[in-house]
């Protein structure tokens, strides 16, 4: 009996280090290996995309920059989205990108866009990767933290 009970236990404890818990709760984004596949220890089997790390990407032209700040909320819409979205403002670039390679006039200047990144309110609604429409909610607060 207690020969049987250790062998149990020990196919027990072989099955539990097979098993692989997440650390953290999320959505699968990919799956780099199936069931009965072979992976070398350390390989990633899925990628997980954790709600708190989904963002909201946008860009503003300059003259719309000094409209955003870092806190500000702003509305998201999206075709099959959750209606009544928000996100809040966590990040703005202090660079403008696709910047043409020659002297800035009045018209190129124009060009100019700056990213723009919040982090949504119910993350769980949207959907990663689709494009969505935004508008900028009037500030609420006292005042902004400004540069």
């Known amino acids: 009996m207690r020969t ?3 062998r ?16 953290v709760s999320g ?9 009965g596949e072979m992976v070398q220890a350390g390989r990633p089997i899925v990628s997980l995309l954790p709600p708190e ?10 003259a719309v920059l000094p409209q955003v700040h870092i806190g500000d909320r702003i509305s998201v819409n999206c075709d099959g989205c959750a209606q009544n979205l928000v996100a809040r403002v966590n990040f703005v670039s202090a660079q403008a990108e696709f910047t043409p390679p020659i002297i800035y006039s009045q018209e190129e200047r124009a060009r100019l866009v700056f990213r723009i990144e919040a982090l949504p309110e119910r993350p769980v609604d949207m959907r990663v990767g689709q494009p ?13 933290a400004r540069r």
Do not use: C, K, M
């Open 27 to 35: 959505s699968v984004q990919e799956i780099y290996f199936r069931v």
């Open 53 to 62: 790390n989904v963002r909201v990407r946008f860009f503003v032209p300059q």
């Open 8 to 23: 149990l236990n020990s196919a027990r404890t072989r099955l539990d280090r097979r098993r692989v818990v997440s650390p």
């Open 132 to 144: 969505v429409s935004i508008a900028l909610q009037p500030f609420a607060g006292a005042s902004h």
């Open 4 to 6: 049987a009970e250790a």
